[in-house]
Each structure stands twice: as structure tokens, then as C-alpha cells.
């Protein structure tokens, strides 16, 4: 069993950065491949960027690639996501995930935080 809750969202100008923040608990954290996804209002969950057990392999969904940044610090039980030049289409709640295998898909994924806000102004 693994518990997330997701900190750092809030409300920042286009252009701006946040950092948001994973922490998981239990001990088999690091077993486990990470997955950032968001989700704006009347639209379905969408991935964003996942990272594999060790943080050796990461990839991106093309409209956050070059801009979010995934890792994670096994030895503290937290992945983060650094979003660079934000953009209001990125307006959405962002959630963290766990799967036992590195994925794509929402339905992969065992275990999920419940959603930090992340909104940007114009």
C-alpha cells in the first residue's frame, strides 16, 4: 500500500514556476515507477510525465516537454515536478501516481494522491 499527497500548487503568472511536490509513504517506495497527471475542468485525466523506480528513464507528454521537469529522492519517499514558463492551458489539478511498472496510461497506475490546484493567469 502506498499513500501520496501531493503539495506546492497555487496560483502563478504566465511565464512563472512552481514545484510540485510527492510524498509517499511505506517502504517500498522506491519499487515503484511515478507518474505526474492533470486533469482541467471538463476534460479527462491526461498524462504528463512519468519517471522509473530509480529516476534513470523519464519521459514527457509533448506540451509540457522542455518546460516540467520530473525526479525523484528515493531516500526521502518524494518525486517532484518543476514546471518551468507556465502557461494557463496548463491550468488544471495535477496529481501523482504509483504503478509497478513506467506508463503512460491512467489506468496502469495503482495508487494516486488527491490533486494539488495549479492555476495560471494571463
Known amino acids: 500500500q502506498v499513500q501520496l499527497v501531493e503539495s506546492g500548487g497555487g496560483l502563478v503568472q504566465a511565464g512563472g514556476s512552481l514545484r510540485l511536490s510527492c510524498a509517499a509513504s511505506g517502504r517500498t517506495f522506491s519499487t515503484y515507477a511515478m507518474g505526474w497527471f492533470r486533469q482541467a475542468p471538463g476534460k479527462e485525466r491526461e498524462f504528463v510525465a512519468r519517471i522509473n523506480w530509480n529516476g534513470g528513464s523519464t519521459y514527457y507528454a509533448d506540451s509540457v516537454k522542455g518546460r516540467f521537469t520530473i525526479s525523484r529522492d528515493n531516500a526521502k519517499n518524494t518525486v517532484y515536478l518543476q514546471m518551468n514558463s507556465l502557461k494557463p492551458e496548463d491550468t488544471a489539478v495535477y496529481y501523482c501516481?504509483?504503478?509497478?511498472?513506467?506508463?503512460?496510461?491512467?489506468?496502469?497506475?495503482?495508487?494516486w494522491g488527491q490533486g494539488t490546484q495549479v492555476t495560471v493567469s494571463s
Open positions: 501516481a504509483a504503478a509497478r511498472t513506467s506508463s503512460l496510461r491512467v489506468y496502469e497506475y495503482d495508487y
